[in-house]
């Protein structure tokens, strides 16, 4: 039985970050994306005259019966699942004026009610190993941000989700971590004005927009045995934005 690390969202900028940290670190990794075939293709890529570590599952993680085919996957490969990573996130910003009920659910849907989905059908084989689970929340879950009514509702869901986990899972030795990345640069910051992001450097006390390997280096760290004793906690990887 081979043990792998399970990435839910693989194909985003920090999805691909946190695929190729574990798999640099040796570590097996199965990862879920939607609909962005060419993460793939860069991971393959990326994998080639390496030793295989990685695989790649399409899946909607709206889809219960997806999410069914998933853990039929890893039981028929015999996989044990050591840390699972929810990275599936969706963004829909508008005021909250012009919000409609469909606006909210919709990104509810896939950022937290997802993840409640793949811990209700993972976390007796993440349990049993004693394995690790770490969610991608957002500092927009730990403070208000205008546009994000639903993004930010998701987000301090995730960390709620997390320390309940935690708590009802310690006595096995399950852990359960988030981390709350600030703003990291990916393809959504390249549609912010140049005058902006000079603002926002400004404002963040160590100077710089975070890169998504900042993020991929505090995962690995919380599925790693150094974190062992480490549970029901958020790590904020913000360059110490939120200190303002």
């Given at each position: 039985?081979?043990?792998?690390?399970?990435?839910?969202?693989?194909?985003?900028?920090?999805?691909?970050?946190?695929?190729?940290?574990?798999?640099?670190?040796?570590?097996?990794?199965?990862?879920?994306?939607?609909?962005?075939?060419?993460?793939?293709?860069?991971?393959?890529?990326?994998?080639?005259?390496?030793?295989?570590?990685?695989?790649?599952?399409?899946?909607?993680?709206?889809?219960?019966?997806d999410v069914e085919c998933l853990v039929s996957y890893i039981a028929s490969k015999k996989m044990r699942i050591s840390s699972l990573i929810y990275n599936a996130g969706l963004t829909n910003d508008m005021l909250f004026r012009m919000m409609s009920e469909e606006d909210f659910s919709s990104v509810m849907d896939v950022n937290l009610y997802g993840c409640f989905r793949i811990c209700k059908a993972l976390i007796d084989n993440l349990a049993v190993h004693r394995g690790s689970i770490v969610f991608i929340s957002s500092v927009s879950g730990m403070t208000g941000k205008i546009g994000q009514v639903n993004y930010s509702c998701s987000k301090a869901g995730l960390i709620a989700l997390c320390r309940n986990l935690a708590l009802e899972y310690a006595s096995v030795g399950l852990r359960v971590n988030c981390i709350a990345p600030g703003f990291i640069k990916?393809?959504?910051?390249?549609?912010?004005?140049?005058?902006?992001?000079?603002?926002?450097?400004?404002?963040?006390?160590?100077?710089?927009?975070?890169?998504?390997?900042?993020?991929?280096?505090?995962?690995?760290?919380?599925?790693?045995?150094?974190?062992?004793?480490i549970t029901g906690q958020t790590l904020v990887v913000d360059g110490g934005l939120l200190m303002r």
């Open positions: 039985m081979n043990d792998y690390d399970l990435v839910i969202g693989g194909s985003s900028e920090i999805g691909l970050s946190i695929i190729k940290k574990l798999a640099y670190n040796g570590r097996n990794v199965l990862y879920t994306y939607h609909h962005n075939a060419s993460a793939v293709t860069e991971i393959e890529a990326w994998t080639k005259g390496k030793p295989k570590r990685t695989i790649a599952i399409k899946i909607d993680i709206r889809s219960a019966q990916t393809k959504m910051l390249d549609k912010i004005p140049e005058e902006n992001m000079k603002i926002m450097k400004k404002n963040i006390p160590l100077k710089r927009i975070g890169s998504p390997l900042d993020v991929a280096n505090a995962v690995y760290f919380l599925v790693s045995e150094e974190s062992g004793y």
